[in-house]
C-alpha cells in the first residue's frame, strides 16, 4: 500500500483505496483468488467497463496476480492490459500496458518466465505435501504413524490439545440430539429450529437445517477420517474419538438410505402414507394420503372423513377397478392398537429365513468383490511386465473397466452388510408401552406424536398392503378394510378392520394365503 501511495504521488495521480481488493488465504494456484475470491471480482469489472482505460492496477508481483498454468496467466494479465490497464507490480518496479508491451517486447517474455517460475514452485510444493500426506496416511493404514495429519476439515465436535483428539461435550451433546432427532424422522427444518430454541450449537458457525443431513452421513461419527490424495481414496480408522459403534453407524446409513424417512411439509404427518411402504392390495400402486385442510372446524381439527387414503392407479383410471378411498383414521387406531401390545410385537419380529437369505448375499458379495479384485491383479501385472513402454490399449481399457466394476461391487458389499447389521439390531422385540404412549397424541394429530410413530413404523415395517374393499372386493360396501402388515422380520399378519370403529382381528392363515 505504501508503495501504490508514493507510485500514485510521484506521478500525480489520485489512489483509489476503495478498489483496494485482498485475497489474504485464497489460493493463486488453484485460483480460488478467481473463483470465489477479490481477483474474480476485479476481472468481471474490466470485463463490464467499470475500469477505465487509463486505471493502473499495483500488485506486490505477477506471482500475486496468478501462479497457475503459464498460458493461463498470461492470459489473465492480457485480459487486464487489453482493457487499456497498466499493471504495475512493487517488486520490482515494472510496469505491463500496451505501449510499453510494444517498446520492449522481451518484456513480454519477462513475465511469462516470471510466471512459470511461480507455477512451477507452487506445484513443486503442492507434489511434495500431497506426497507428505500420503505418506502419513499409508502410515497410519500401517499403523506406523499416530500424528496429526493436517488435510481437509475436521468434526466442529473436537479440539487438537497438540498432542491428541480432545471431546467438547457441549457439541457432543449437541451431535446425539441430532442424531436423536433424526432417527426419530424429524425433517431437518424442525430439527433446526427445536435444536436452536434449545440452546443447542453444532459448530463455531450455529447451525443449520442442512449441517444435520451432512452430519449424520460423516465417517467421523464412528472415529474415521475421510481423505482423497491426488483421487485415491483413505479411510483412516480409529483417527478420532468415536460417538458410534460400527453397529451403530451402519444403522444409521441404512436410514439414510431410505428415500422416504423424511416426511413433507404436510399439515398431519401421515404415519401409514409418504414412506413408500403402502400399496393398493388390488393393483399393486402405491397408496397416498390427502388431508382436506380446506374442511377443517373452527377450532382447526379435521374430522375422520377428511383424512383419507387414495389408491393413485384408481383416482388416476390407470386400471385399478377394486380400490377408491377411505378414511385412514380407523386403520391408524387399528394399527396403535395391534402394536401397543407386546406380544403382538415379539411375534412380529421374530426371525425368518430372510436373516439366512441376506447372510448369503453378503457372502456371495463378498466372493465377487474378491474375483474382482484378483482380475484386476492379474492385469495389472500384465500391464507392468510389458517392457515395450507402451501397454496395449485393450489392457488399459480392460483394467478401468475392472476397476469402475469393482468400486460398484464394493458399494453392493458395503449395503449388503449394512442391510445384514440394521437386520440383526430389529431382531430385538419393541416397546409396545412407547406405541401405547403415543396412541393418544396420534388420535389427537398431535404433530410430534405422529412423527415418533412415523419413525417407529418404518423401523417395524417393510411393506403395508391395504385392500380398502376386504381382500375379496366383492362388496363395494363391505364394513371391513383388511391390511397386510409385512415386518422387517418377514412375518406377515392380517389385519380385518372394522371401517366404523377401528376395531380389529388378526389372522395368519389368511396372511399366509
Request: proline share 3%.
Amino acid at each position: 500500500m505504501q508503495y501504490a501511495r508514493t507510485w500514485a504521488a510521484d506521478r500525480g495521480l489520485q489512489l483509489d483505496e476503495s478498489l483496494s481488493l485482498r485475497d489474504e488465504g485464497l489460493s493463486a494456484y488453484h485460483q480460488r483468488h478467481v473463483k470465489q475470491g477479490a481477483l474474480g471480482v476485479f476481472l468481471k469489472a474490466v470485463d463490464e467497463g467499470r475500469i477505465p482505460p487509463g486505471s493502473v492496477l499495483v500488485v506486490e508481483g505477477l506471482d500475486r496476480l496468478s501462479r497457475a498454468e503459464p498460458i493461463q496467466a498470461q492470459a489473465q494479465l492480457a485480459q487486464i492490459i487489453n482493457a487499456g490497464i497498466t499493471v504495475v507490480t512493487a517488486s520490482d518496479g515494472r510496469e505491463y500496458n500496451r505501449a510499453s508491451l510494444k517498446a520492449q517486447p522481451m518484456d513480454l517474455v519477462y513475465s511469462l518466465l516470471v510466471m512459470i517460475r511461480a507455477h512451477e514452485e507452487s506445484d513443486t510444493k503442492s507434489k511434495r505435501v500431497k506426497a507428505s500426506i500420503r505418506r502419513q496416511c499409508e502410515g497410519w493404514v500401517a499403523g506406523t504413524y499416530r500424528g496429526l495429519i493436517r488435510n481437509g476439515k475436521d468434526p466442529q465436535w473436537l479440539r487438537w490439545t497438540g498432542e491428541d483428539w480432545e471431546l467438547i461435550p457441549e457439541r457432543v451433546e449437541a451431535v446425539h440430539y441430532a442424531l436423536r432427532l433424526y432417527r426419530q424422522g424429524m425433517g431437518a427444518v424442525r430439527a433446526y429450529r427445536l435444536m436452536r430454541d434449545e440452546g443447542y450449537v453444532l459448530s463455531d458457525w450455529g447451525i443449520s437445517g442442512q449441517q444435520i443431513y451432512r452430519l449424520v452421513q460423516l465417517p467421523a461419527l464412528k472415529g474415521a477420517k475421510r481423505i482423497e490424495v491426488d483421487g485415491e481414496p483413505f479411510l483412516l480408522e480409529d483417527y478420532y474419538p468415536r460417538l458410534l459403534s460400527d453397529a451403530d453407524f451402519d444403522e444409521l446409513q441404512d436410514l439414510v438410505g431410505q428415500r422416504f424417512r423424511r416426511r413433507g411439509k404436510g399439515e398431519i404427518p401421515g404415519i401409514v402414507t409418504g414412506m413408500g411402504i403402502t400399496w393398493c392390495g388390488y393393483c399393486g400402486t402405491a397408496i397416498v394420503g390427502q388431508n382436506m385442510m380446506g374442511r377443517a372446524k373452527a377450532d382447526g381439527k379435521i374430522s375422520d372423513g377428511h383424512r383419507r387414503l387414495h389408491c393413485t392407479a384408481y383416482s388416476t383410471n390407470a386400471g385399478c377397478k377394486a380400490g377408491g378411498t377411505c378414511s385412514v383414521a380407523p386403520i391408524e387406531r387399528a394399527l396403535m392398537s395391534y402394536c401397543s401390545d407386546q406380544m403382538n410385537l415379539q411375534r412380529l419380529q421374530e426371525p425368518t429365513s430372510d436373516g439366512q437369505l441376506l447372510r448369503d448375499r453378503v457372502a456371495s458379495a463378498r466372493q465377487r468383490v474378491a474375483d474382482t479384485d484378483q482380475q484386476l491383479a492379474r492385469v495389472t501385472d500384465a500391464l507392468l511386465a510389458d517392457d515395450s513402454g507402451a501397454a496395449p490399449l485393450v489392457f488399459v481399457r480392460k483394467a478401468r473397466e475392472l476397476e469402475q466394476q469393482l468400486a460398484e461391487r464394493q458399494a453392493d458389499l458395503q449395503q449388503a452388510e449394512r442391510e445384514l447389521a440394521s437386520a440383526a439390531t430389529i431382531q430385538a422385540p419393541a416397546d409396545a408401552h412407547r406405541w401405547a404412549e403415543l396412541a393418544a397424541g396420534v388420535e389427537a394429530l398431535d404433530t410430534e406424536a405422529r412423527d415418533q410413530v412415523r419413525q417407529l413404523v418404518m423401523d417395524t415395517f417393510e411393506r403395508i398392503v391395504i385392500y380398502m374393499r376386504s381382500i375379496s372386493a366383492q362388496d363395494r360396501s363391505s364394513e371391513f378394510i383388511d391390511v397386510l402388515l409385512v415386518s422387517k422380520a418377514g412375518q406377515r399378519r392380517l389385519l380385518r378392520i372394522n371401517r366404523r370403529t377401528g376395531a380389529w382381528e388378526a389372522s395368519e392363515e389368511m396372511a399366509d394365503v
